[in-house]
């Protein structure tokens, strides 16, 4: 697998892992902007990190083969 | 009444934007490409507001608050942040490849793409009838939700069976006249009206209740209600089953066949990317709204609704079911958010909000398209009809098809109680988050085979009946059914497939 590879493998897992705030299971605060209890705040910093992964992405890990296929190419047959 | 006239305006613009799509759809030589996949060519903002537009339904603004209301802070976690990883991850990874072998060979469905890759007739015929009957449930439930917030926008003036008719009435016709670009354009400008919703309500209803602080402090200092604000009335085993959810979308027919509709796969980018955020712009005003909705104790349908929570609390195991239906019904959240703009907005602003309820509950359209592009190519197309007939039948055809199932929705939706369909879509959920199996396994494994797709198709069907209708079926250690329906449909088409032979070289060698 090549380095590049392994670290979305990981950073995806780790997000994914991170879904699961035990740390924040029974407890209100820290309030957010006088309000926001924590599961919230938390899962909307997480939508961010996912934003941001997904940029990551999209940025190194393109799949431009796919772009660089023959859009209507001789293979098109139905 | 100013709400109602200000939803039907709106309903007349959804109709214009549909008949506009239509009368400047070109000429072309790929008729049904050009009705059923707006020919290819959906530009990068289009495709990004519709095809999350096209995801989110009544559930996502009046479901989600309800659901809130009655759960607290987790329903954020437990159905928006999972969704905000996994969706654009399956998209990224599944939905840009499905795009490419559809621009490479013409694929107008997932069944197009899974007897191509499979060497197989019958068995695509097989995962049609399955993605079909779970999407029935969908479209009759939108039909159902456009006549209850219609009756609810206009205070009860306009009835049941009306607003279900007006609603199936413009739905039908954007989609037959407009087709796919119709759908497009549409769910464009819906989506621009549920992002606009989620701050104003917030900021309308913040200021109604005096401030959010003051609203969490009075939640914090009430014994019962306290709790709403963690998760410690939910199991952390079911919040983990929750993130299997989302891979039901790339299986979706009206999400795999949105994603055939990009101009160039750059337009998944930005997609991937701002779909996180829409999710967040969205979801957390109508959670948080739900939650802060308790707080509301001196409006007395907020009350009486509270105070069917604590008496269902405290009835004993010997109720009456009907009389615990009833209760249920009336401990129901999924109105909170019309009740708070009702208290708090001005009625103008209410009518627009109005507007962006109604587009949430229009979320039909995609997955009526859906079923008439699947009908067309995937059964009257493959059995010979195209051939027979040619494409501009085939065209009509799917137009036929579209008038047909919304009637039938829409017979159906007047007769059964919705309690049915609400049950049938929780467990569609689950057995499409199964049959996302069959994209990863016919993109990302050679050695899958017919009929290990086969497999994975029955076991779906089994396992939904068989969760719907026993209760406590699948839920193994904790778990909600959909993770090991998941699993073993997996496992399923490992094993299938290694027992049996694997499709042709020249066939992998494409793929």
Known sequence: ?78 | MIPALLVFAYLGVVLYIGIFAFRHARPSDHEAEDYFLAGRALGPLVFLLSLFGTNMTAFTILGSAGHAFANGVVTFGLMASSSAFVIPLTLFFVGTRVWALGRRYGFMTSVQMFRDRWECAHIGTVIFAVQAALLVPYIIIGVMGGGTALRAISGGFIPFWLGGAVVALVVMSYVFFGGMRGTAWVNTFQTILFLSFGATALVVIGRGLGGFPAAIQSLRDTADLAPLLTRERFSPLTFFSYTFIPLSTIAFPHITIFCLTARRMAQFRRTVIFYPLCILAIWLPCVFLGVAANAMQDAPRIAQKLEARRVLAAAPASLPVDERAALRRLASGDDVVPIMLERYAPLWLAGILGAGIMAAVMASDSQILALSTMFTEDVFAFYGGKTRFGEHVQVQTGRAFVVVLTLIAYAVAMQAPQGIFDLAVQYAFSGYAALSVLFFAALFWKRSTKWGALAVALWTAFAVVYTATTPGALAWFGLMPVVPMTLIAAVLMIIVSLATPPPSAETLRRY
């Open chain 1, 1 to 78: 697998m090549r380095p590049i590879a392994f670290l979305f493998v990981f950073a995806s897992g780790a997000l994914y892992a991170l879904h699961q705030d035990y740390w924040f299971w029974r407890r209100v605060e820290p309030l957010a902007f006088g309000f926001l209890p924590s599961a919230l705040w938390y899962h909307g910093l997480y939508c961010l990190a996912a934003a941001l992964l997904m940029w990551t992405l999209t940025r190194t890990a393109w799949p431009h083969h796919l772009e660089h296929d023959d859009p209507r190419g001789e293979d098109r047959r139905r």
